[in-house]
């Protein structure tokens, strides 16, 4: 029984909420390794294009709201997440052909389309501000909870509570949804195994007769769909603003890098890992040991190795200790 | 230094030598910067008092009271100074209403208003830091306001009275958050309460989980929030209302607003707070008094009557003193303040005059129910709240 409410309290406060950020780290880190792998570069306008991808979503949100249009028990915002990705994949390409192609072209070193993504990053991040400001949105409606604490409760007559919130039950479902599209379309059709040559060898791949500019536009739409998804996501789990996107930048970079840039087996195992290590090294094991371990045994202090403020500090240390000990990353990705 | 003070001592004796002199009272407040559009409602209160004195020709054989403004800027120490050092060395001002924000105040204290020796009676300064435990401004400090250390033992009083011994306390990362939950932690220990956890938090952040779930695990009854409402605040309640961390909490000022309920409404039944606010009879006789004056300011603005309260004492204690000279009449300002004596309220300052030439021993009331505590600072008066069917109800004023 001890060991039951060990777990409960476990999986309410650490693992439910880390797999649910984990997701979507990883769908994050999935479009930074797609960019790195096909067009090779750094892009770090990622972050701000989850922004833009989210706002289009909650400006379309706002408007099927007005229209008395919602999903039912689901957020309204699921249903404005199609139409969001293509307004994204419209942002992504006009971008392309405005700057990054014009670099690519050059044949640019990828230090030069780094920078020119910072460029882009500022005008995004000035996009968004004007547009809906600096300040917070919370735009997730329908049911709050799958099975809230004080439910959870009289349902197993259990001390200790687990809640799911909704926004947290589709995260991860939809997640799963997109990651096996990913791979299936990757692995099976020909454009995705094009890509993959393209990502391999280049000069193999263009001599084998593959359209580059065709690889570099699918990359794209795939990349906006996969941020617009992970934006919306994390918008309706916690909550909207620009600055906080931009601040996603680390840990997703951090994720991508840790398992591996180019590799997107490494992206999802790194969005886990970071969200993971982020969750259990700022919590306070207190309540959980006190529970699992006998009585003479139970801790007396907070069992806290950092305090929840070096949350960021985490992805730091790992992204440091991974880049001295494994520079390719866990699953042999491109070197940095 | 000694020079201008034997000056200072001179001229004042002088003047109180002469009959129906003119007394000027320095009203120093923020006049431009941050919170110019409190002062603009803080100014003509003090001024109103001053009025009232002057008009009534019962202080000190028929003397006039004058107002003259001089400008803190809020923000700039050192045109805050040079302000007082006008007021004090051209002006000849007797006391001083203001300063207004605490930088400033402090500054202004310790560099015109100590060494010149004139009395200083802040409207609205709250930090503790201003608190002169040994009697570094040596009597000459006052405020109408209360520290906000004052509140952390309210909030530890309140809480006990609720027989809640365990609680968890959250803060938000800055002076105000840590200051208070600091007064509070201190109090809530003496009165023998345990506080689990104190931990900080980071305001404009999208996601409180991990600060929750530590806050969670720590445990207690009650979680106590000590941030802004429209802030972190508001995110650390629904991430822990959302985990089952804890159902009800504890809120202080920062926390106290529509904007709580509206948020929360049923969820937070049964939580707690406080914040300080005059009790509706003394809001309602101050607007009265105020809309009496034909004056177009708003007498509801946070610390308006506090400037007419501040105003008031140094004027009544100069009666009670029988002089305009600092020296003199601020040993007088506790005794005008506090019971006993008869109970003054806002608009009544001629009967308070009177009553004072006659000898006699007032308890000032005024805009705020001013009740001074030692070192010269307002108790306050704080509402106690409640929250009951997702609305705010009051439970008492203490």
Same mark, same amino acid.
């Given at each position: 029984?001890?060991?039951?409410?060990?777990?409960?309290?476990?999986?309410?406060?650490?693992?439910?909420?880390? %797999?649910?950020?984990?997701?979507?780290?990883?769908?994050?880190?999935?479009?930074?390794?797609?960019?790195?792998?096909?067009?090779?570069?750094?892009?770090?306008?990622?972050?701000?294009?989850?922004?833009?991808?989210?706002?289009?979503?909650?400006?379309?949100?706002?408007?099927?709201?007005?229209?008395?249009?919602?999903?039912?028990?689901?957020?309204?915002?699921?249903?404005?997440?199609?139409?969001?990705?293509?307004?994204?994949?419209?942002?992504?390409?006009?971008?392309?052909?405005?700057?990054?192609?014009?670099?690519?072209?050059?044949?640019?070193?990828?230090?030069?389309?780094?920078?020119?993504?910072?460029?882009?990053? #500022?005008?995004?991040?000035?996009?968004?501000?004007?547009?809906?400001?600096?300040?917070?949105?919370?735009?997730?409606?329908?049911?709050?909870?799958?099975?809230?604490?004080?439910? #959870?409760?009289?349902?197993?007559?259990?001390? =200790?509570?687990?809640?799911?919130?909704?926004?947290?039950?589709?995260?991860?479902?939809?997640?799963?949804?997109?990651?096996?599209?990913? #791979?299936?379309?990757?692995?099976?059709?020909?454009?995705?195994?094009?890509?993959?040559?393209?990502?391999?060898?280049?000069?193999?791949?263009?001599?084998?007769?593959?359209?580059? =500019?065709?690889?570099?536009?699918?990359?794209?739409?795939?990349?906006?769909?996969?941020?617009?998804?992970?934006?919306?996501?994390?918008?309706?789990?916690?909550?909207?603003?620009?600055?906080?996107? #931009?601040?996603?930048?680390?840990? %997703?970079?951090?994720?991508?890098?840790?398992?591996?840039?180019?590799?997107?087996?490494?992206?999802?195992?790194?969005?886990?890992?970071?969200?993971?290590?982020?969750?259990?090294?700022?919590?306070?094991?207190?309540?959980?040991?006190?529970?699992?371990?006998?009585?003479?045994?139970?801790?007396?202090?907070?069992?806290?190795?950092?305090?929840?403020?070096?949350?960021?500090?985490?992805?730091?240390? %790992?992204?440091? %200790?991974?880049?001295?000990?494994?520079?390719?990353?866990?699953?042999?990705?491109?070197?940095? | 230094?000694?020079?201008?003070?034997?000056?200072?001592?001179?001229?004042?004796?002088?003047?109180?030598?002469?009959?129906?002199?003119?007394?000027?009272?320095?009203?120093?407040?923020?006049?431009?910067?941050?919170?110019?559009?409190? *002062?603009?409602?803080?100014?003509?209160?003090?001024?109103?008092?001053?009025?009232? *004195? $002057? /008009? $009534?020709?019962?202080?000190?054989?028929?003397?006039?009271?004058? +107002?003259?403004?001089?400008?803190?800027?809020?923000?700039?120490?050192?045109?805050?100074?040079?302000?007082?050092?006008?007021?004090?060395?051209?002006?000849?001002?007797?006391?001083?209403?203001?300063?207004?924000?605490?930088?400033?105040?402090?500054?202004?204290? &310790?560099?015109?208003?100590?060494?010149?020796?004139?009395?200083?009676?802040?409207?609205?300064?709250?930090?503790?830091?201003?608190?002169?435990? &040994?009697?570094?401004?040596?009597?000459?400090?006052?405020?109408?306001?209360?520290?906000?250390?004052?509140?952390?033992?309210?909030?530890?009083?309140?809480?006990?009275?609720? @027989?809640?011994?365990?609680?968890?306390?959250?803060?938000?990362?800055?002076?105000?958050?840590?200051?208070?939950? /600091?007064?509070?932690?201190?109090?809530?220990?003496?009165?023998?309460?345990?506080?689990?956890?104190?931990?900080?938090?980071?305001?404009?952040?999208? /996601?409180?989980?991990?600060?929750?779930?530590?806050?969670?695990?720590?445990?207690?009854?009650?979680?106590?929030?000590? @941030?802004?409402?429209?802030?972190?605040?508001?995110?650390?309640?629904?991430?822990?209302?959302?985990?089952?961390?804890?159902?009800?909490?504890?809120?202080?000022?920062?926390?106290?607003?529509?904007?709580?309920?509206? &948020?929360?409404?049923?969820?937070?039944? +049964? $939580?707690?707070?406080?914040?300080?606010?005059?009790?509706?009879?003394?809001?309602?006789?101050?607007?009265?008094?105020?809309?009496?004056?034909?004056?177009?300011?708003?007498?509801?603005?946070?610390?308006?009557?506090?400037?007419?309260?501040?105003?008031?004492?140094?004027?009544?204690?100069?009666?009670?003193?029988?002089?305009?000279?600092? $020296?003199?009449?601020?040993?007088?300002?506790?005794?005008?303040?506090?019971?006993?004596?008869?109970?003054?309220?806002?608009?009544?300052?001629?009967?308070?005059?009177?009553?004072?030439?006659?000898?006699?021993?007032?308890?000032?009331?005024? @805009?705020? @129910?001013?009740?001074?505590?030692?070192?010269?600072?307002?108790?306050?008066?704080?509402?106690? *709240?409640?929250?009951?069917?997702?609305? &705010?109800?009051?439970?008492?004023?203490?």
């Amino acid at each position: 029984m001890e060991i039951l409410n060990a777990f409960l309290v476990l999986a309410n406060f650490v693992l439910i909420p880390a %797999i649910t950020y984990g997701s979507q780290l990883a769908l994050g880190a999935l479009g930074v390794t797609m960019i790195y792998g096909i067009l090779r570069f750094s892009n770090f306008a990622h972050g701000d294009s989850m922004a833009v991808g989210t706002m289009v979503a909650i400006l379309l949100t706002w408007w099927f709201q007005s229209m008395g249009i919602t999903a039912g028990p689901l957020p309204t915002a699921l249903l404005a997440l199609p139409f969001a990705i293509v307004v994204t994949i419209g942002v992504l390409l006009g971008t392309d052909r405005l700057v990054f192609r014009f670099y690519r072209r050059q044949k640019a070193k990828p230090i030069i389309l780094v920078m020119a993504s910072l460029g882009v990053m #500022f005008v995004y991040n000035g996009l968004v501000r004007f547009v809906l400001g600096p300040d917070e949105h919370r735009f997730a409606d329908g049911d709050r909870f799958i099975i809230s604490v004080p439910d #959870f409760k009289a349902l197993t007559g259990l001390p =200790e509570g687990v809640a799911i919130r909704t926004t947290q039950g589709i995260t991860v479902i939809t997640a799963v949804i997109v990651v096996a599209a990913l #791979f299936w379309f990757l692995g099976r059709t020909r454009t995705g195994k094009s890509m993959r040559a393209y990502s391999d060898n280049e000069d193999l791949a263009l001599l084998s007769g593959i359209n580059p =500019e065709r690889v570099v536009m699918y990359t794209w739409m795939i990349v906006a769909g996969l941020i617009t998804i992970a934006g919306v996501l994390y918008g309706l789990d916690k909550s909207f603003k620009p600055f906080t996107y #931009f601040q996603l930048l680390l840990p %997703i970079f951090a994720s991508a890098i840790v398992g591996g840039l180019g590799s997107p087996l490494g992206a999802i195992a790194g969005g886990f890992i970071i969200a993971f290590s982020e969750v259990t090294i700022t919590y306070a094991w207190k309540r959980v040991l006190t529970y699992a371990l006998p009585d003479e045994l139970a801790p007396s202090g907070l069992v806290q190795l950092l305090s929840t403020d070096y949350k960021f500090a985490v992805s730091f240390m %790992i992204l440091v %200790i991974v880049l001295l000990f494994r520079p390719t990353g866990i699953f042999r990705g491109k070197s940095v | 230094m000694k020079k201008l003070i034997a000056t200072t001592a001179a001229t004042a004796l002088f003047a109180g030598a002469a009959h129906a002199e003119e007394i000027k009272i320095g009203v120093l407040l923020g006049f431009t910067g941050p919170i110019e559009s409190t *002062v603009a409602h803080m100014a003509p209160a003090a001024h109103l008092a001053i009025k009232e *004195v $002057s /008009d $009534s020709g019962l202080l000190l054989d028929g003397a006039t009271v004058v +107002g003259v403004d001089g400008d803190t800027t809020c923000i700039d120490s050192s045109a805050a100074t040079a302000a007082a050092e006008r007021l004090i060395t051209s002006d000849r001002v007797k006391g001083i209403v203001g300063g207004d924000c605490s930088g400033v105040t402090g500054a202004v204290l &310790n560099n015109v208003a100590v060494p010149n020796g004139v009395v200083m009676i802040s409207p609205s300064a709250t930090s503790p830091a201003l608190s002169h435990k &040994n009697n570094e401004d040596e009597g000459l400090f006052f405020r109408t306001a209360p520290s906000d250390a004052r509140q952390g033992v309210v909030m530890a009083e309140i809480l006990m009275e609720e @027989g809640i011994e365990e609680v968890a306390v959250t803060y938000t990362n800055n002076d105000y958050g840590k200051g208070l939950a /600091d007064s509070f932690e201190a109090s809530f220990k003496e009165m023998g309460g345990t506080v689990t956890m104190s931990a900080a938090h980071e305001d404009g952040k999208a /996601d409180y989980s991990a600060e929750v779930s530590s806050l969670a695990s720590a445990g207690g009854e009650r979680l106590v929030v000590a @941030g802004y409402v429209d802030q972190g605040g508001a995110g650390i309640v629904r991430s822990a209302l959302d985990s089952g961390a804890f159902e009800t909490f504890h809120f202080p000022d920062g926390m106290m607003s529509n904007a709580l309920v509206e &948020n929360f409404g049923d969820e937070i039944n +049964g $939580s707690t707070g406080q914040h300080p606010s005059p009790t509706e009879e003394l809001v309602e006789r101050f607007s009265e008094v105020a809309e009496a004056s034909g004056g177009d300011w708003d007498p509801t603005t946070p610390f308006t009557p506090e400037s007419y309260d501040a105003a008031a004492l140094i004027l009544l204690a100069m009666q009670a003193a029988g002089s305009s000279d600092p $020296s003199d009449y601020k040993e007088k300002i506790m005794d005008v303040a506090n019971a006993p004596g008869e109970e003054i309220q806002a608009g009544e300052l001629a009967k308070g005059l009177e009553i004072l030439a006659d000898g006699g021993e007032i308890d000032y009331v005024g @805009g705020t @129910g001013v009740e001074l505590i030692d070192p010269g600072e307002a108790a306050g008066l704080f509402r106690q *709240v409640l929250i009951k069917d997702g609305e &705010n109800t009051t439970v008492q004023f203490r």
